[in-house]
């Protein structure tokens, strides 16, 4: 059963920026850290970003460090994606995480995937 419903995902050039959105029920967004995760074609699921239920902490994977913002409006139950001077390496489906019990380790809820391709 998918609790979490990611938007925002699509095409951009080199360079590009985009947004990605995750709306969760209301037990979740007020309740627990959540997160970004993605899969590059052909690759695992890696680790991208984290934020804790009250903004005060926030983790980045290194590969998206100055380029990638995540934030979270407990109020709309959404956590945001704000992805700048995007490559093609971001290439990947992006998925949103609810519960992670470390920085980049996963809990078990997580939406659908939205696609993100950087091509020119």
């Known amino acids: 059963q998918v609790q979490l419903v990611e938007s925002g995902g699509g095409l951009v050039q080199p360079g590009g920026s985009l947004r990605l959105s995750c709306t969760a029920p209301e037990r979740i967004a007020s309740t627990y850290p959540m997160g970004w995760f993605r899969q590059p074609p052909g690759k695992g699921r890696e680790f991208v970003a984290r934020?804790?239920?009250?903004?005060?902490?926030?983790n980045y994977a290194d590969s998206v460090k100055g380029r990638f913002t995540i934030s979270r409006d407990n109020a709309k139950r959404t956590v945001y994606l704000q992805m700048n001077s995007l490559k093609p390496e971001d290439t990947a489906v992006y998925y949103c995480?609810?519960?992670?019990?470390?920085?980049?380790?996963?809990?078990?809820?997580w939406g659908q995937g939205t696609q993100v391709t950087v091509s020119s």
């Open positions: 995480n609810a519960g992670l019990t470390a920085v980049d380790k996963p809990g078990d809820v």
């Open positions: 934020i804790t239920k009250d903004s005060g902490r926030i």
